[in-house]
């Protein structure tokens, strides 16, 4: 059974470039969420994703946006990069967005240089 | 808001004796509390949630957590610590947009 996967794994952009990482769910959930996780702290809830439509969002600028594919895998797109948004950035699925359990993926390290 | 505290940014703990590491919790009606563990570089890995029933949860890797409504509270626990159970320990609640919200985690070094 395959887990939550994320390509790459790692990323180097330079400020003002554009970014996009992708997530494939844990086979059977069918919906995605997305974290910000800096150096030393807890994951950031950026938004979640369910039937290909945006159901949530934390507190982030609209310069993050995703999608999700009609097979439940995503995509997020940083654009305008700055320094602060280098990070690990942690995709995780469940089955349905009503209070299920999150399965990680391994996360994307991006550096913003 | 819902809000998670994790009040020790560190614990050590002799491998063999007991460990625990502290949570508390903020949020409105019922909570639905996790356990997460991070390795280097890695995801996180999911340990045990609690949502309603037995106060005493167990989960994997021989892990266990306790809720406690009056005091708000949902500390993990393992009997014996191992030297492998060095990590990043992550609590969290899910909000009422559904969404988890994490603390900021405590670093777990069990010392041989």
């Known amino acids: 059974d395959a887990g939550v996967t994320q390509s790459p794994t790692h990323l180097i952009k330079t400020r003002g470039q554009q970014v996009t990482l992708r997530c494939s769910p844990k086979?059977?959930?069918?919906?995605v969420s997305w974290y910000q996780q800096a150096l030393g702290q807890g994951p950031q809830f950026i938004f979640q994703?369910?039937?290909?439509?945006?159901?949530q969002r934390g507190n982030f600028p609209d310069r993050f946006s995703g999608h999700q594919f009609p097979n439940y895998s995503s995509e997020l797109n940083v654009n305008a990069l700055l320094l602060g948004d280098s990070a690990l950035y942690l995709c995780?699925?469940?089955?349905?967005?009503?209070?299920?359990?999150?399965?990680f993926g391994p996360g994307t390290r991006l550096t913003v240089l | 808001a819902q809000s998670v505290a994790q009040p020790e940014d560190q614990v050590n703990v002799a491998e063999g004796n007991p460990l625990t590491v502290k949570c508390t919790y903020s949020?409105?009606?019922?909570?639905?509390l996790f356990w997460y563990v991070q390795y280097p570089n890695r995801g996180l890995q999911f340990l045990l949630k609690?949502?309603?029933?037995?106060?005493l949860v167990k989960g994997s890797y021989g892990f266990e957590a306790e809720f406690n409504k009056s005091q708000t509270s949902f500390h993990l626990k393992k009997p014996s610590a191992l030297v492998s159970d060095s990590a990043l320990y992550f609590c969290?609640?899910?909000?009422?947009?559904?969404?988890?919200?994490f603390g900021p985690g405590t670093r777990l070094s069990v010392l041989p």
């Open positions: 995780a699925s469940s089955l349905n967005y009503l209070r299920d359990t999150q399965y």
């Open positions: 086979s059977g959930h069918d919906t």
């Open positions: 994703y369910y039937e290909e439509e945006e159901r």
């Open positions: 949020v409105s009606g019922n909570p639905y």
């Open positions: 609690y949502i309603t029933g037995d106060n």
């Open positions: 969290a609640v899910i909000d009422y947009g559904q969404n988890f919200v």
